[in-house]
C-alpha cells in the first residue's frame, strides 16, 4: 500500500537561485545534489527537505519549464508567513481566502498561491 508522497519534482533554470529561494522563504534545506549521467540536458538533480516533504529540483540545461501544478505547504502563522512573502516581494497568484474545509480541524483556514522562480504555483494553508 502506498503511505505517502516521497518527493515533488520541479525543473528548474537556475538551480542555486532555486535553492536559495526555497531556503530563504520556505525554511527548506539543500542535503543532496548529484550529476546524472546518460540523461541529454539534465545537468544536476537536487534535493530540498523540510521536515518529511522533499523537493527535486531537476536543472535542465534547455529550455523544459514546469506547467499546470502546483504543491501545498502548510503554516501554523498563516499571517506571518503571508507577510514575510510578501515583503520579500514573492508574487502572489491567488490573494488569502478561507476555503471550504476538506476536514473539520481545517474550519478557518487561508489559503494562498504564491509563484516561485520558475513559475511553479506554491500554494500554502493554515
Given at each position: 500500500m502506498f503511505t505517502r508522497i516521497d518527493h515533488v519534482a520541479l525543473s528548474v533554470k537556475d538551480r542555486q537561485k532555486s535553492i536559495d529561494f526555497y531556503e530563504k522563504n520556505f525554511g527548506f534545506k539543500k542535503y543532496f545534489?548529484?550529476?546524472v549521467p546518460g540523461v541529454a540536458n539534465l545537468e544536476k538533480v537536487?534535493?530540498?527537505q523540510l521536515g518529511d516533504t522533499v523537493?527535486?529540483?531537476e536543472h535542465w540545461t534547455n529550455d523544459?519549464?514546469?506547467k499546470g501544478y502546483h504543491f501545498c505547504l502548510i503554516?501554523?502563522?498563516f499571517d506571518s508567513d503571508y507577510q514575510k512573502l510578501k515583503e520579500a516581494g514573492v508574487p502572489v497568484v491567488s490573494e488569502?481566502?478561507?476555503p471550504s474545509p476538506r476536514k473539520p480541524e481545517e474550519t478557518g483556514w487561508k489559503r494562498v498561491v504564491f509563484k516561485g522562480p520558475d513559475g511553479e504555483l506554491?500554494?500554502?494553508r493554515g
Open positions: 545534489e548529484h550529476d537536487v534535493y530540498l523537493l527535486e529540483f523544459k519549464e514546469n503554516s501554523d502563522d488569502p481566502h478561507i506554491i500554494e500554502f
